[in-house]
Every structure is written in C-alpha cells, then in structure tokens.
C-alpha cells in the first residue's frame, strides 16, 4: 500500500461527518431525552454511592467499599453530559434564542427552583437536629442560604443560559476549523489539569509548579463542555472510530479505577479522586464515548407510541428528580432503609439509586398532575 493511500485511509478513519440538525426539521431526536434521562439516574447512582461510604456502611477498604469505588467511576461526572445536552439546545443556530426568553423561560425558572428546594432541604435539616435549636430570624435565613451539597448545579446551570448568547456566535460560523481547535484546547487543558490533580503527581516538583501556572482551569470550566456537546452532536465520527472511542471509555473508567485504589492505599485518602471528575482527561473519553454510544444508537431507533410517550414526559421530569432525590437518599439513610435488613451494600447502592429515581419521577408527577391545571388558568391568555 502507498503513503498516500495509507495517508487517505487515516485521514477517512478519522473524519467526521455533520448530521442534519436537531432542530431544522421540526422533529424531536429521543437520543437526546434518552441521554438526559441515563444522565439522571447516574447523578441519584453517584450521590447513593458516596451516602454509603460517608455513613460508614462500606467500611473503607472492604470489599463493599471497593464495589463503590468502582461504581463510583463509572457513574462520575454526569453533569458533564447535562452541560453538552444543554449545548446542543442553546447554542444550535437553527434555535437562535433571544437572551431575553432565556431569562424569562429559563433563569427565573431555575432560580425559583433553587430558592424553594434550598427551603426544603433546610426545613429538613432543622427538622432532624438534635437537640432543636433555637429558631430565630436569623437562624433559620442562614439554613436557608446554605447550599445543599448537589444543588451547586443549579447556579452553575443558570450561569450557562445567561452567557449562551454570547457562546453562540461560535457555533454559528460553521468554521469546521474553529471548531476543531476549540476541541483541541479544551482536550489539552483537561490533560494539563489531569497531570495536575494525578496521585502520584508530587506537589512542589517543577512540572507541578510550571502546569499550575498555565490556564488549565479556564480552559476545562462549563462553557468549553457546552460548546463540546453541540460540536459532538452535530459532527458524529466513522463507525470505525466510534468503537476506538468506546475502547478507550473503558480503558478511563479503568485508569479511574486504579487512580481511586492508588489514593487509598497510599494515602488513605476515602475519595474517589479528583482524576475522574469534571475537569479531567478521564472523563472526557468516559463522557465522550456515553454520549456517541447513545446518539448514535438511539437517535433513529423506532420507539412504541408509549415508548415516546414515557420518554418524553420522564425527560421532562428530569429536573425535579435532580432537585429531590438527594432528599430521598438522605431520609433513606437516616433511617437504614434496605441495609438494615441485612442487604449487601454493592447492591443496596443501586437499590437506593433507583429508589431514588422512581420516587423523584413520581414526585415529579404529582407535580405536573397538581400544577398543570393551576398554570392553564393562571397564564391562557383571555380573548
């Protein structure tokens, strides 16, 4: 085989293909709903993991505690791919979305659910307290301004919808070139933050000194995944490279594994470590391979008229189930639901994760069932 036909043969291996936008025919791609629905239930799985470490029930460096590691990278860093789907709604050109509907759809709505959910979860503490405070004033607006420990997302989030307009003149030149290099920098500051955080990385050495100084973390921060997850919808490599991908997705959740066994048994440290989160090498290949894994599987698949049906209203559902299933889990917990009858814990973690998914779907339900009659007559318009 000559040079270039070799050179041909890479260059097509890793050629990627642009498909037909989300939104320029009118239609609804359910890869989509099925990857923010995967994404759900991986938050309510990586919250029930950590809970059963935190509480003592894998006793660290038991077999149930490793399970948990394992599970632990596995399920990592499901915002990230909450923060592409966002991408591929608020930066697709074909949407161009005005700031201000953003604001009035979007950001107030987030905000009120965070305020709310902030009084819930604080109500919540004060009710388990032991022996009960004091509740005065002040008191009781300090638990309220507490942030509990999974809803930093929703600040995070509602920050991503306001500067999206400013974010979408990227995606809208169709400069395959700028595209490509926005990958590529974002690919080299997860590198660069990866070789940072990594276990074996020795604080003080001259590399370490040398990559803290680079601009490693602004490049990996939110708006690099949003603009990743519209260019990773909208440009879908060969087959061929799609099971590379794949491949090496297991291959990180294997180095996650042994960077989470390495942190114990050296430092004793219970964390599953800053190499499987957001901002690592890690799990963009993890993330990277979910992601094509279910867009390509799922995007032209023939659903049942139920199937859709389900789908769509679960999807739809997806945020009050963020919102309610660290609830679910905490009263889950403090009450040794399932472990107190002698459930093993690398079961009862997916136990409680799908307990908690269910429940916040069913909550969520409820929601709608009470709220929907309630909106139609507050806001239809009166002729």
Known sequence: MSDHKAKNKIIDFLSFERVEPMFSGGGRDWSVDVLRCLSCFMVCAIHATRMSVDNGISDMGSNPWLHNEIYSTIVASPTVLFVMVSGIFFLSPERNVRASKIWRKNVIKMAFAYIFWCLIYALHRIYIMDPMPDITFDFFIRQWMVQPTHLWYIPMIIGLYIISPIIRPITATGDTKLFRYTVLIFIGGLILWTIYVWPTHVEGTYSNIIIGKTPMNLLCQYPFWMIYGWIAYTYRPKKAFRYLIY????????????????????????SFTATTQQYSIVSFVKNTAIFYFVVTTFRDHEFSRFGKFFLRKWSDYTLIIYLVHFLILVIMFQ?????????????????????????????????????????????????
Not at 247 to 268: D, P, R, V
Not at 339 to 366: E, Q, R, T
């Open 247 to 270: 491949g090496f997705g297991i291959i990180a959740i294997l180095i996650g594994i042994y960077a989470n066994y390495y942190m114990w048994s050296t430092t004793g440290n219970t």
């Open 335 to 383: 009450n040794n639901f399932l472990y107190g009858d002698g459930v093993s814990p690398w079961i009862g973690v997916w136990l409680y994760a799908l307990i908690a998914y269910v429940g916040g779907g069913i909550l969520a339900l409820l929601f709608h069932l009470i709220w929907d009659p309630i909106k139609k007559v507050l806001f239809t318009k009166k002729s």
